[in-house]
């Protein structure tokens, strides 16, 4: 318990990038313009979805679904970047890195879950376009859309808690927001146990994601050649 009060009691220092003070305003314009440049698109492919109506299917729904995502996602790391090259290096509290931590690993784990989602629905369509509609319909469209949120935001408390219970000795961070690795890297004590279970979580999450999306597009690439040999 004393670990734990003490960890959540101090605050870091993000040194993982910094540009002199010449190079400093011109760093922080470009990181500024693509990232709204980033944010435009993705809203834009959002609206496009919403307003036209022959993009009402099931593709451009999880599409738009990944655009929502990857909004976040770039939202939770880059404003403390714009904030590093603006500033220099800067104090961060142990709740608001922890809090980022969780958010950044949440999120890279639903587009992994959302990705497969995605495979499953161009898979469907494809090898059984028959019954394509039937099995995809708007329940289950909300469904398979809503799942990767809460199994990635589930799965991603693990490392995350783990992380905010290590005792830490060090408090700069070499990197411009904070990660696993990094803040490991601060803690007084021997990490090993930690990293072997960070491993199995996230690794396992994104290897099976991997093999799935694999395993359903060489589904539908032996369909297609299927399709082509009979014609």
């Not at 696993?180 to 007084?188: I, T």
């Amino acid at each position: 318990m004393d670990h734990f009060n003490h960890t959540w009691s101090q605050s870091f220092i993000l040194a993982g990038l910094t540009a002199s003070e010449t190079l400093r305003p011109l760093a922080f314009l470009g990181t500024l313009c693509i990232y709204l440049l980033t944010l435009a698109g993705n809203v834009i492919i959002i609206i496009l979805v919403q307003v036209d109506s022959r993009l009402y299917t099931p593709m451009y729904f999880f599409i738009s679904v990944l655009s929502f995502l990857e909004l976040w996602y770039v939202s939770t790391t880059v404003p403390t970047l714009l904030h590093t090259l603006l500033h220099g290096c800067s104090p961060i509290s142990s709740t608001v890195c922890f809090f980022q931590l969780y958010v950044f690993h949440s999120l890279g784990m639903t587009e992994c879950y959302l990705l497969g989602v995605m495979a499953l629905d161009r898979h469907l369509a494809i090898c059984r376009p028959l019954h394509y509609h039937a099995l995809m319909s708007r329940r289950v469209q909300l469904w398979l859309a809503g799942t990767p949120w809460v199994a990635g935001f589930s799965a991603a408390l693990v490392p995350a808690s783990l992380t905010a219970t290590l005792p830490f000795c060090l408090k700069e961070v070499a990197h411009y927001f904070c990660d696993l690795a990094p803040l490991m890297q601060l803690a007084c004590v021997h990490t090993g146990w930690h990293t072997w279970i960070h491993i199995v979580v996230i690794g396992m999450i994104t290897s099976c994601s991997l093999v799935l999306i694999l395993g359903l597009y060489g589904g539908i690439q032996s369909t297609i050649r299927s399709k082509i040999c009979k014609t």
